[in-house]
């Protein structure tokens, strides 16, 4: 995987990702941190988060902004190698369904108070 994908920085401020752009990459954070901007509310991703799944499992545009808070370190994986992944490692693909799960549960929740 280390091999397909690019290490890159992002400085405070940088826009990493911006709605409504076309999908092309999984981002994994490996230092610093990042705010998703957007619906339902903005979250602060650390080392360990992703962000970039949802388009490239479904092919449809960003739905969220991201944006580095401190000096950000991603390593970034386009579409292909990233498809490819989750057909040979279930358990990748397991732990982010159930993430999405998790996020739909919460939008689902808030929709309804």
Do not use: N
Not at 60 to 81: D, Y
């Amino acid at each position: 995987v280390a091999q397909l994908a690019r290490f890159e920085e992002s400085p405070p401020g940088q826009v990493v990702i911006q709605a409504g752009d076309p999908p092309d990459a999984f981002h994994l954070i490996l230092g610093g941190q990042a705010r998703v901007l957007g619906k339902p509310r903005a979250r602060v991703l650390g080392v360990g988060d992703y962000f970039g799944e949802m388009g490239l499992i479904d092919g449809e545009p960003r739905t969220a902004t991201i944006v580095a808070v401190a000096e950000l370190q991603t390593m970034k994986l386009p579409r292909r190698p990233f498809l490819k992944l989750l057909k040979q490692e279930p358990g990748i693909s397991m732990a982010m369904l159930t993430e999405l799960a998790g996020r739909l549960r919460k939008v689902e929740r808030g929709a309804s108070e």
